[in-house]
């Protein structure tokens, strides 16, 4: 039975669903790296929020662990390079608490509009400042968006019906999603220059960091209010003080901060500044939606393979991944077939896929693929690592579909191209559940690819199976299944036994001397 650690407060439901669904679960939060590294190997998933950091070391002593589920968007707590090239799947919930930041960007905004927590402040501390406190309108201002993903769609959703005008600056939107958005994309120049109020919503990366920093906040227009739900870093947080200072900045809302928790700020007590601790996806909506979604997601890779909204591999439904199961046994057979036949030679792999392999999805056929091949050189690669394995190797990777049928109503083929030209495996699915080797190196052969086996390269010749089933009846090695396929009669022939006890070197080296064998080689799968 899998195991989930969740390490974050999450809504309850999330142990309700791991439980459900047969799934072990410990709920124990707030424990140091230290505490969470001397735990963590015994867990199959690890379910966060922000507080828990998926840090490399963590990694490292997670033994077990297969899929880390954020409830949440940002994934800036998890080392996702050290996740992946450990065969780890990291999955977020994008949209369940979307909704409820896109309000809390809107409530801030109006809290700046009408400084709010300053007046809440004075009239309990029974002063009635009826006259201090002079607001401006939204109606008819211009909110400057600066990142229009799936929370600053939502932000301008609002603000236009708002009756606020929306200028977007996101260097992914198209003109065809603005004009359906109802906003106008521009540069960040025009933003800057034209925005009343400035909400961010992108994440935090190097084009974005200190996307507001002391140049761009002076390019803003004088009065400017400026709200930050996404992530600490977008803004300068020395400068926006010098702007609220200054007065330049009439306002700034922060959400989020560059580091947190935020017990202490230049910016705090600041005329103009309102904070929140990180509350943009706190609602009771967002909490269950997010709980629900990492459980489900998490439990589905978990039971049954199916991948929803990872970070680093492919998307497979829990539909998709019965009917994939075996494209992708298969096609991990076929990785593992070229990748111990040809090795380091291999520069390239082209993935083709016909018949009714090519009504699915490829991706994941692909990652079987390359795990196979990969995992010539390490034990521990999976379809998360092998993508990035390869490309550290360079490889270079063709996928192809074809709408035909050929000899088989459905096949997966991988040719890899080496020094001495491109050389391809193929293979079928029979009764649509069992993998089969069907041609190798151009030589029709029909073999089931597994456990200890040979492939012995010989000229066809009478005489020789009798010779080679000698030599490993005298050295013990008892032949399970036999494959034979030849380019012609008297020419090549290929051999492929499957072998109840591994082929040593020496055994190798013996059957390498018989005569007419042109190379002998042991595989396993
Ligand atoms: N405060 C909170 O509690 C809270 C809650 C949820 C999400 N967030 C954060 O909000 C942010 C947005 O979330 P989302 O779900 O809308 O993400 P998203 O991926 O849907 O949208 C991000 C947008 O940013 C755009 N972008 C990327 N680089 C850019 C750049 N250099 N300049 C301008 N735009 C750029 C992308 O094209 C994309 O449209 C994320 O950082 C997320 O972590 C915070
Ligand atoms: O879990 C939270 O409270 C914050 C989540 C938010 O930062 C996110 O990126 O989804």
Known sequence: MPKVLISDKMDPLAAQIFRNRGIEVDEITGKTKDELIAMIGKYDGLAIRSATKVTKDVLAAATNLKVVGRAGIGVD???????????????????????????????????????????????????????????????????????????????????????????????????????????????LEELLARADFIT????????????????????????????????????????????????????AALDVFVTEPATESPLFGTPGFISTPHLGASTNEAQVNVAIQVAEQMADFLLSGGVTNALNMPSLSADEAPKLKPYMALAEHLGGLVGQLEGDAIKGVAIEVEGAAAELNQKPITGAVLAGLMRVYSDTVNM????????????????????????????????????????????????????????????????????????????????????????????????????????????????????????????????AQLPGVKSAKALRF
Not at 410 to 437: C, I, M
Not at 445 to 473: H, Q
């Open 200 to 251: 961010l919503h992108t994440p935090l990366t190097d084009s974005t960091r200190n996307i507001l920093s002391k140049e761009n906040l002076a390019k803003t227009k004088k009065g400017v209010r400026i709200v930050n739900c996404a992530r600490g870093g977008l803004i300068d947080e020395a400068a926006l003080k010098e702007a609220l200072d200054s007065g330049h900045v009439a306002g």
């Open 384 to 511: 998360v690592n092998a993508p990035f394995l390869a490309k550290e190797r360079g490889l270079d990777l063709r996928e192809v579909r074809h709408d035909r049928e050929g000899d088989y109503s459905t096949l997966v083929r991988v040719t890899v191209t080496t020094p001495e030209g491109a050389k391809s495996v193929a293979g079928t699915l029979f009764a649509n559940a069992e993998p089969r080797l069907v041609e190798i190196f151009g030589v029709k052969v029909e073999a089931d690819l597994t456990g200890e086996m040979l492939y012995i390269v010989n000229v066809d010749a009478p005489g020789f199976i009798g010779r080679l089933g000698s030599t490993l009846g005298e050295a013990g090695v008892n032949i399970g299944t036999f494959h034979l396929g030849r380019r012609s009669a008297g020419g090549e022939a290929v051999l492929l036994l499957s072998v109840d006890t591994p082929v040593d070197d020496a055994l190798k080296a013996k059957i």
């Open 77 to 187: 707590n998890v080392d996702i390079p050290a996740a992946s090239a450990k065969g780890v799947v990291v999955m977020n919930t994008p949209f369940g608490n979307s909704i409820t930041t896109a309000e809390h960007a809107i409530a801030l905004m109006f809290a700046l509009a009408r400084d709010l927590p300053e007046a809440d402040k004075s009239t309990q501390a029974g002063k009635w400042e009826k006259n201090r406190f002079m607001g401006v309108e939204v109606t008819n201002k211009t909110l400057g968006l600066i990142g229009a993903g799936n929370i600053g769609s939502i932000v301008a959703d609002r603000a236009i019906g708002l009756k606020m005008k929306v200028a977007a600056y996101d260097p992914f939107l198209t003109p065809e999603r603005a004009v359906e958005m109802g906003v106008e994309k521009v540069t």
